[in-house]
T-cell receptor
Framework: GEDVEQSLFLSVREGDSSVINCTYT??????LYWYKQEPGAGLQLLTY?????DMKQDQRLTVLLNKKDKHLSLRIADTQTGDSAIYFC???????????FGKGTSLLVTP | GAVVSQHPSRVICKSGTSVKIECRSL??????MFWYRQFPKQSLMLMAT?????????EQGVEKDKFLINHASLTLSTLTVTSAHPEDSSFYIC?????????????FGQGTRLTVV
């Protein structure tokens, strides 16, 4: 499938903002997702955005989408140690299709 | 939100035996479920698409005779790893997508950690 790229690691201090970036190549991507995975656990849907949107905010989470550059970001405000996890960016072109995942960004929040 | 339940969460089996993993949609009907596999520190790779009442569609490189998928009802899909070998040890996750009005969400099971010894 098409590529979804993410940086592999990010380390931030508790209380700071975290920004996790993602790029994708499929211009027909319609749905873009952010998932969180804690060690040994399944995937937790954090938020998603449609390709006709530029921004979506949900409490501490802000998703920005630059469709022209095929760039997606997830900003976590006031990052807490409990936010330490792997964050996956995913895209799909159709509601009935499977998701195409990035390799995940490992976020480490230090006190 | 919709709930997808996967069972078991962990299983250890001997090489050569078969293991069945269940994926249930608890509060919605899923005509399509997806099975993914995740290697340590890797992304999720789609193995197959499970369609209720019909044969599953497997991704390239996935052996359909080894990874048997059955989607007999609108709320249950099963993945059976047949004649398991240590290289089949992995984290298996199922997913179902829910279409709500114009929105769609993909919900995942908790995953199954398979260890073949």
């Amino acid at each position: 499938g098409e590529d979804v790229e993410q940086s592999l690691f990010l380390s931030v201090r508790e209380g700071d903002s975290s920004v996790i970036n993602c790029t994708y190549t499929d211009s027909s991507s319609t749905y873009l997702y952010w998932y969180k995975q804690e060690p040994g656990a399944g995937l937790q849907l954090l938020t998603y955005i449609f390709s006709n949107m530029d921004m979506k905010q949900d409490q501490r989470l802000t998703v920005l989408l630059n469709k022209k550059d095929k760039h997606l970001s997830l900003r976590i405000a006031d990052t807490q140690t409990g936010d330490s996890a792997i964050y996956f960016c995913a895209e799909s072109i159709n509601s009935g299709y499977a998701l195409n995942f990035g390799k995940g960004t490992s976020l480490l929040v230090t006190p | 939100g919709a709930v997808v339940s996967q069972h078991p969460s962990r299983v250890i089996c001997k090489s050569g035996t078969s293991v069945k993993i269940e994926c249930r949609s608890l509060d919605f009907q899923a005509t399509t479920m997806f099975w993914y596999r995740q290697f340590p520190k890797q992304s999720l790779m789609l193995m197959a698409t499970s369609n209720e009442g019909s044969k599953a569609t497997y991704e390239q490189g996935v052996e359909k005779d080894k990874f048997l998928i059955n989607h007999a009802s609108l709320t249950l899909s099963t993945l059976t790893v047949t004649s398991a070998h240590p290289e089949d040890s992995s984290f298996y996750i199922c997913s179902a997508r829910v279409l709500r009005d114009t929105d769609t969400e993909a919900f995942f099971g908790q995953g199954t950690r398979l260890t073949v010894v």
